[in-house]
Structures are given as structure tokens and as C-alpha cells.
């Protein structure tokens, strides 16, 4: 089973690096791991907090405007098609993966029989970890369900859609096909965020989320204040 992960960021120079690393640390590396570097000043974008960490397995591509977390995600999975991946994961650049995530992803998705339904699936993680340091004071973590994601809608929750925390996407071929294809086209395409955009798709075409719960935690959603973790560009002096 080949895994494919992405991650696609604006700024957040130092949460990337760690973000890497947790990549980087996995018990099962994935197999293709893209970054996605968006923004007007993608272009610009310091890496060198992340130079000494890349692999051949990485890349890195600039989208130098400003788009949606749909847009973004979207494209991402869209490239990451290209390949022969089984699997595609959505990896946040601020939260937290634990070594054995990717494994622990695998192993749930084979002890549910997911790949031999011969249909498209996505899972999302239940029963795992919320980490606060919105405030100065330390941080604190706490168990969360996430069986509402972080605000499932009443009339979502009516017509029976499911979620579970947003940044543990993943999906088989046949699902990012279909939010590719989908998540630019109407009306999906005026929804900004993607995670609504993501389980509103999915399940308007069949596919109902799984929510799935590992035996332990192995991620940890982190909710923290304003984006301190940003490199600020150099001044130019004048010559």
C-alpha cells in the first residue's frame, strides 16, 4: 500500500520544519510527501528551515496566490494523482503526528476491510488529543472526542453526514478522485473551508465518512494564538 501525504501551508516557517520532522520520524514513511507553499509570496518563501530536511521523497511546489484551504488541499491531492499512490493523507503543518500515525492509519483500514469494499472510502480520527496554547499560561492537553469534527452543523448531523478531526484526512484513489473532480464545480466550489467542502462532497456522492479510533492517541489537534511561527522577510536597506 503506497501513501501519499501532503501538506499545504502560507507562512508558519517554523511549524513546517516540525511538521517535517514528525514526517520524517514516522514508523511507516510515506512513499510521496508534498508541500504545498501558497500565497502571493510563495515564490519567497524562506526554506531554510526545511533545506536540510528534504528527501527525495518530498517536493516542494509554490502556488503564488492567495487561495482557499479548498483550493489548496484540493490541488494538492490533484498532484499527488499523478502518481500510484493507494492512499492520500491529509497532514496540517500546526497539529500533532505521533511516530506511529501512518501505521496506526493503515492498520485501522485493513482491520475494517476498507480496500476490499471495491468503493471509494475516507476515515477520520476519533478519540485522540486537543493541545491549547491559545493562552501565555502553559499548555494544556486534554482528550477530545471529535465526533463532531470541529462543528459539525445540525442539519449536517440531520442528514447523517459524519466528520472527526479535519487535519486526519485520508482517502483511497476513488475519493480524491471524486473531490477533485467535484471541488471545483458548483456549488461545492463557494466553500471556502476544506473540510466542509471535503465531507459535504463525499457524502452528496456515497460516501459516508469513517470514523475511526486507534487503540491509543496517535494525534493530537493543536489550537494555538496568532501565527507567531512566521519567519519575517529581511528588510532591504538602502544603498
Known amino acids: 500500500m503506497k501513501i ?11 511549524l513546517l520544519r516540525s511538521c517535517l520532522m514528525q514526517m520524517l520520524l514516522q514508523t511507516r514513511r510515506p512513499d510521496q510527501y508534498l508541500l504545498l507553499v501558497n500565497g502571493e509570496d510563495a515564490e519567497a518563501y524562506d526554506r531554510r528551515l526545511i533545506t536540510d530536511l528534504l528527501e527525495p521523497w518530498i517536493t516542494v511546489v509554490c502556488v503564488p496566490r492567495s487561495i482557499t484551504t479548498r483550493e489548496a488541499s484540493t490541488r494538492a491531492l490533484e498532484l499527488l494523482l499523478e502518481s500510484d499512490a493507494d492512499l492520500f493523507c491529509k497532514i496540517d503543518s500546526d497539529d500533532v503526528y505521533f511516530r506511529g500515525y501512518l501505521q496506526a492509519i493503515v492498520a485501522q483500514i485493513e482491520l475494517l ?8 472510502f475516507c476515515v477520520n ?21 471529535f465526533r463532531r469534527g470541529l462543528g459539525l452543523g445540525k442539519e449536517e448531523e ?32 463557494k466553500i471556502s473551508s476544506d473540510d466542509r467542502a471535503w465531507r459535504t462532497v463525499l457524502f452528496e456522492h456515497g460516501i459516508v465518512i469513517e470514523q475511526v479510533c486507534t487503540p491509543q492517541p496517535v494525534f493530537g ?19
Open 113 to 120: 476491510g476498507l480496500r476490499e469494499r471495491n468503493e471509494g
Open 221 to 239: 489537534y493543536l489550537r494555538h494564538s496568532d501565527n507567531t511561527c512566521a519567519v519575517k522577510a529581511a528588510k532591504k536597506t538602502a544603498k
Open 158 to 189: 440531520r442528514r447523517g453526514v459524519r466528520v472527526g478531526a479535519p487535519p486526519t484526512y485520508v482517502c483511497d484513489r476513488a475519493a480524491a478522485q471524486l473531490l477533485v473532480r467535484y471541488c471545483v464545480q458548483p456549488p461545492y466550489a
Open 125 to 145: 480520527l476519533i478519540d485522540q488529543l486537543w493541545i491549547n496554547s491559545r493562552a501565555e499560561a502553559r499548555a494544556t492537553i486534554h482528550p477530545y472526542t
Open 4 to 14: 501519499a501525504c501532503f501538506t499545504a501551508v502560507r507562512g508558519r516557517e517554523l
